[in-house]
């Protein structure tokens, strides 16, 4: 299906197979596949505690329920996975298009950004990216200028710069700054993917790298993350709100990673990658929503 052909059904409201749309990515950072990274450990049901016959059930339901069209699914208990599939065209070396769970990698970069000493919870954003800012502040919402990394990861900007808006604009950190506040920062919450793209610049202007760079180091190799792609903006940030790609199994793997705390392996093999007080931190409510 070309994208015409998937535009003018969208636009129809003809919603059948657009899940199969084959997904193209423009400019985007990438992690090349690596074949010598060994699979998840693989295990029965009943190994870990759970019925096989409930794991079939899952699938076969899946299978009939047409309308949810899934890519794939796998199942992991204590770290094993335990039921695995994967449906056409789709396969298990298919990079899958995250969208917003994309986000979550964004928060961990920030997490480490945080542990190494380099951005602070309460520092703004206009302090880190002060060359974003309109050269005439008089004429911005200068609420703005109290807009901190924590405001940004829990919706409370209050940034009226959206999704649409960024169609418009070639430099999305500018943009964000000159668009007007629906309200106080920290004062409400609205979910809005600029405030995550915003805390992408952020983690690129004090870490010197991209998302895409700094994960890689720090969280897609001890973990055996590959083939990941992250989309990039007109001016070479990843999106950070949207955007990332990666396979099912390496989702798992990031998903596993939080599970056990931040740690990653076992036993004499374990490291630890996230910090225990970022871990709780990020899963901890924090905004009334």
């Known amino acids: 299906m070309d994208w015409m052909n998937a ?21 985007c950072a990438h992690l090349p596949p690596n074949p010598d990274i060994p699979p998840l450990p693989r295990a029965t049901p009943e190994s870990q505690g759970v019925s096989s016959h409930a794991m079939a059930a899952i699938y076969q339901d899946l299978n009939q329920a047409l309308e949810i069209e899934p890519h794939g699914l796998m199942i992991l208990r204590h770290g094993r996975v335990i039921a695995e599939s994967h449906w056409s065209p ?4 298919t990079p899958q298009m995250l969208y917003s769970l994309s986000k979550s990698l964004v928060s961990t970069a920030v997490g480490l950004a945080i542990d190494d000493g380099l951005i602070s919870l309460d520092d703004t954003a206009a302090e880190i990216l002060q060359d974003a800012l309109p050269a005439d502040q008089d004429k911005m919402d200068r609420r703005a200028l109290a807009i901190t990394v924590r405001h940004l990861l829990t919706m409370s900007a209050g940034t009226s710069f959206n ?5 418009f604009s070639d430099d999305w ?3 964000y ?10 004062s409400a919450f609205k979910y809005n993917s600029m405030n995550t793209y915003l805390l992408s610049a952020l983690v690129r202007r004090r870490t010197g ?3 895409m760079e700094y994960l890689t180091e720090r969280i897609f190799r001890p973990i055996g993350v590959s083939d990941a792609h992250w989309d990039l903006c007109p001016k070479g940030i990843e999106k950070g709100g949207w955007g ?3 396979t099912l199994e390496s989702m798992c793997r990031v998903g596993q990673l939080y599970l056990q705390g931040g740690v990653w392996g076992e036993d ?17 409510p924090v905004v009334h929503t």
Request: aromatic share 10%; net charge negative.
């Open 177 to 186: 700054f000159d668009q007007p506040l629906l309200f106080d920062p920290g």
């Open 7 to 27: 535009a003018t059904r969208l636009l129809s409201g003809d919603m059948e197979g657009i899940a199969a749309f084959h997904y193209r990515a423009g400019q």
């Open 173 to 175: 950190t500018r943009a």
């Open 163 to 167: 999704e649409a808006l960024t169609l």
């Open 90 to 93: 789709y396969l298990a070396s």
């Open 209 to 211: 790298q991209g998302l």
């Open 268 to 284: 004499s093999d374990a490291v630890r990658l996230i910090s225990e007080k970022w871990i709780c931190e990020a899963a901890s």
């Open 244 to 246: 990332l790609a990666m």
